[in-house]
């Protein structure tokens, strides 16, 4: 007689479900508590020794090759994030969804330790290592909320999920940008980044406990008469690899983080350079900076408005890829519309440009935040899915995209150095990195030009029938 499934009678569902909702949400609340912990970096970096901050405690001399410095950060958490989501697929097959989830969370808290190393250069070299390795973890999270979504949910609350699940990377973001635009004295935050960084590392202790608590083996068939022949991971890898549908995803989610990340990772840079003024040039009352930090949250909480508008399209048996490249396209050129606003407008302190640069952010920010639920559904929509493939497939989907957005980072670093080592300025080098950001973004359009549709009876367009 074969296994019962758990999940075979309402009440069960319903526990089920429960369960899996409890999961998905301190999984969830894990990954934001890393993103938080990953903007914050950016922040409390500072300008080297002298300063307050990362880069002073460890000694970090400002020369020609500081941006590289100042980055190795943030391209050691990207090129982690990137290696976690591949190794995500591993796991999954060896120690199941509990325990490869309690590895990552574990490994969050590797962020702990990271801030109390010797303060020179090789406590900083070590201080990259421990928050790679955290990185790995915080990553691998929101893949594993993938197979939770795929065995405890529905077609509908599949859906539903998908468009929330977006919430908690911009949300991680808006709270390690807020503290820098309300306080004042910025370096005081600064000095306290050790108390900072480890807070944020340590909030992973709930969903660690929750997970050795409520965490189930779900993925691993219990069918003792009928067993599964072993998998080889490497020649699954291998077939995916193969597929040309991988490389349209690396294409779409690689070039799709770099359209939502690089705008708040380097508008405040870029933007004043291209203007020709300075990050603390006063504008209507406040430095610069600040204006572009409430660009950025009013870009980033547009994520909330995401799910009730654009979002909805998943609902409904409608087609996918022309409708993911209108909003690719919409937001990346309504960014750019930020950019010469900015420039043309802000700086020349014209109040009506401050005003169209603030619905500029919300427009860029919901047809970018909107989109995502819609694309991150699209797997659980292909037929013959299930927590496996689903993992397999997000795990790459995830692992090339910021394989590709770690190179795109890379690319901006080294136009920096090389163009002041030609003298060119700094308004020819933040253009040049403003056309590189643009470029990079725009590879998100040639993958959604190539997705597969889920339906092939869906409607382009939904029809809209009114009562007489």
């Not at 479900?17 to 999961?23: A, E, I, S, V």
């Not at 643009?438 to 190539?450: D, E, F, P, Q, T």
Request: proline letters at 4%; charged letters at 10%.
């Amino acid at each position: 007689m074969k296994g019962t499934s758990k999940l075979s009678t309402p009440e069960a569902s319903k526990a089920g479900f429960g369960r899996g909702l409890l999961l998905w949400i301190f999984i969830s609340i894990g990954y934001l508590a890393f993103v938080a912990n990953w903007g914050f970096a950016a922040g409390l970096n500072g300008n080297g020794i002298g300063d307050a901050g990362i880069l002073g405690y460890f000694g970090i001399v400002k020369d020609a090759n500081f941006t590289l410095i100042n980055q190795a950060t943030n391209w050691g958490i990207t090129i982690g994030r990137g290696i976690g989501s591949i190794l995500v697929a591993f796991l999954l097959a060896k120690l199941a969804h509990k325990y490869s989830t309690i590895l990552a969370l574990s490994l969050t808290l590797l962020g702990i330790p990271a801030q109390y190393l010797p303060a020179n250069g090789v406590g900083y070299a070590f201080f990259i290592v421990l928050r790679t390795f955290m990185a790995i973890g915080g990553t691998m999270l929101i893949i594993l909320t993938q197979p939770v979504v795929a065995n405890f949910f529905n077609k509908k609350q599949k859906s539903f999920v998908s468009q929330f699940g977006v919430w908690f990377y911009p949300l991680g973001t808006i709270i390690a940008i807020i503290p820098f635009v309300l306080v004042s004295n910025t370096e005081a935050i600064r000095e306290n980044w050790q108390i900072v960084l480890t807070t944020l590392a340590a909030l992973n202790v709930l969903p660690l406990i929750i997970m050795v608590a409520f965490g189930t083996r779900f993925d691993v068939k219990k069918d003792v008469q009928n067993p599964q022949p072993k998998t080889n991971n490497w020649a699954i890898l291998g077939k995916y690899l193969k597929t040309k549908s991988t490389y349209v995803w690396i294409l779409l989610y690689g070039g799709f983080l770099v359209a939502v990340v690089f705008p708040t990772a380097f508008s405040i840079d870029l933007f004043p350079k291209i203007a020709g003024i300075t990050a603390n040039t006063q504008l209507f009352g406040l430095e610069t900076s600040k204006i572009i930090r409430i660009w950025f949250i009013i870009f980033l909480a547009a994520v909330f408005v995401g799910p009730i508008t654009i979002g909805l399209w998943s609902k409904y048996n409608l087609k996918r890829r022309w409708f993911v490249t209108a909003a690719l396209l919409t937001g990346i050129v309504f960014y750019i519309l930020s950019m010469v606003t900015f420039v043309y407008g802000i700086a020349k302190s014209n109040l009506a440009a401050l005003v169209f640069f603030f619905i500029f952010a919300f427009i860029t920010g919901l047809s970018l935040w909107g989109i995502q639920g819609v694309m991150l559904n699209l797997p659980h929509e292909y037929k013959d899915n299930n927590p496996k493939t689903i993992g397999w497939m997000f795990a790459l989907i995830w692992g090339f995209g910021y394989i590709f957005f770690t190179i795109g980072v890379i690319i901006i670093s080294i136009v920096n150095i090389i163009g002041e080592n030609l003298h060119l300025g700094d308004y020819k080098i933040a253009t040049i990195k403003f056309v590189v950001l643009v470029l990079l973004s725009l590879i998100s359009i040639v993958g959604s030009m190539m997705i597969k549709e889920p339906s092939p009876d869906a409607k382009t367009f939904p029809s809209f029938k009114f009562k007489k």
